[in-house]
């Protein structure tokens, strides 16, 4: 049932399931950051539903995204083809961004791990855009979306609001870059 939820599930009918999600970082940071690796495949593509500037995507994030693009080019590639080497359809996209969000569920929260999980569903999404399969951003907005409202209630029992999370993602992608510096 999950599954055939997820497949349908537009940014609409995820905001009847999540009304308090409408305004919420979680939602803002997942059609950025999926608007954000789109547009380095398809330079004027918006998401219809995305509002606002992308004001979680600081520049230190930005660049730790495009390092990570860089870095994992390949073995994205390599690993799609192999993922998806028929037909590309919502369906089989749909339960894969599924599986693969349970996956990085069960571990342990790390930024390093949610920045791949992010840019690799987004690169995937772009990539079956590409094929045809039109929707792949959607799910992947959809998918990184439930990703960080699972662990919003990790981070409110921290007492760290959603919103000092972003702030520790940008410091931690700032260390990331001064250390490269070195």
Known sequence: MLSHLNIHLTVNNLLL????????WELKFAFQIVTFIMNRYC?????PDATGSPEHLTQPIRKRIKEICREYFERFQTKFKEEF?????????STYALNKRAFYIEMEYDHERFFRYCVELSEFAAYMYRSGCI??????????F????NFRKIWNGDKC????????????CRKISERKKV
């Open 85 to 93: 080497p028929g037909t590309k359809t919502s369906e089989v996209f």
């Open 43 to 47: 330079p004027f593509w918006q998401h």
């Open 146 to 149: 439930l990703y960080l409202w």
């Open 161 to 172: 609001d959603v919103g000092e999370h972003f702030k520790m993602l940008d410091r931690y």
């Open 135 to 144: 929707e792949a951003p959607e799910i992947a907005v959809n998918n990184i």
């Open 17 to 24: 399931h999540y009304p308090e999600a409408c305004e919420s």
